[in-house]
């Protein structure tokens, strides 16, 4: 079994920052990509960040330089470093990861994902 566990979510003013953080645990023999995706109330859900194993990034056009991603391989561990928040960067924050389990199987697996909010 392979589980990804979000945290770090929660409430902040405009402006602020959060640090949400995914960690994979399980059955795990290697870990490719790991990335975000966020769905707001009433819309579809959308990409946010990804980052290879080995470092490369890409995001979203309208969250360059605002959104920061980053892992650590030794913690199966992905970050997404929010700077800048806006009301309308509130959704709910998932993370999702390319994972080779122990049997050799890859699958894309999902977080519960979890809450962000903004007030204006």
């Known amino acids: 079994q392979v589980q990804l566990v979000e945290s770090g979510g929660g409430l902040v003013q405009a402006g602020g920052s959060l640090r949400l953080s995914c960690a994979a645990s399980?059955?795990?023999?290697?870990?490719?990509?790991m990335g975000w995706h966020r769905q707001a109330p009433g819309k579809q859900r959308e990409f946010v960040a990804i980052?290879?194993?080995?470092?490369?990034?890409n995001y979203a056009d309208s969250l360059k330089g605002r959104f920061t991603i980053s892992r650590d391989n030794a913690k199966n561990t992905v970050y997404l470093q929010m700077n800048s928040l806006k009301p309308e960067d509130t959704a709910v924050y998932y993370c999702?990861?390319?994972?080779?389990?122990?049997?050799?199987?890859?699958?894309?697996?999902w977080g519960q994902g979890t809450q962000v909010t903004v007030s204006s």
């Open positions: 999702n990861a390319d994972i080779t389990n122990r049997q050799f199987m890859i699958n894309n697996y």
């Open positions: 399980g059955s795990i023999f290697s870990i490719g990509r």
């Open positions: 980052i290879t194993s080995g470092g490369d990034t």
